[in-house]
């Protein structure tokens, strides 16, 4: 059973920083594709991006230059650095593995983390 941990989350002003990270149980590099999701309230969960086994990244318009996404996989734990922060970042975020096994494929997800960015 995978398990998604993350941490980093909390209350920052505008134009502030945040650092989240996902610490995974076990090798992360056995995943496909890892990546970081959001959830304001009353709104859809949507990506915010994503990086694949081979290091391709891919990201939401919204978070085109200011987020970062990246992967250690000694550590097994995803990053996504977070910079120039706006008040619609605000939200909780969620850390995503998918993996494509011989059974079919499998999402797994973590708890999530609050990020409050205040005007």
């Known amino acids: 059973q995978v398990q998604l941990v993350e941490s980093g989350g909390g209350l920052v002003q505008a134009e502030g920083s945040l650092r989240l990270s996902c610490a995974a149980s076990?090798?992360?590099?056995?995943?496909?594709?890892m990546g970081w999701y959001r959830q304001a309230p009353g709104q859809q969960r949507e990506l915010v991006a994503f990086i694949t086994s081979g290091g391709k990244t891919n990201y939401a318009d919204s978070v085109k230059g200011r987020f970062t996404i990246s992967r250690d996989n000694a550590k097994n734990t995803l990053y996504l650095q977070m910079n120039s922060l706006k008040p619609e970042d605000t939200a909780v975020y969620y850390c995503?593995?998918?993996?494509?096994?011989?059974?079919?494929?499998?999402?797994?997800w973590g708890q999530g983390t609050q990020v409050t960015v205040s005007s």
């Open positions: 076990g090798s992360i590099f056995r995943f496909n594709r």
């Open positions: 995503n593995a998918f993996i494509i096994m011989p059974v079919g494929p499998s999402d797994y």
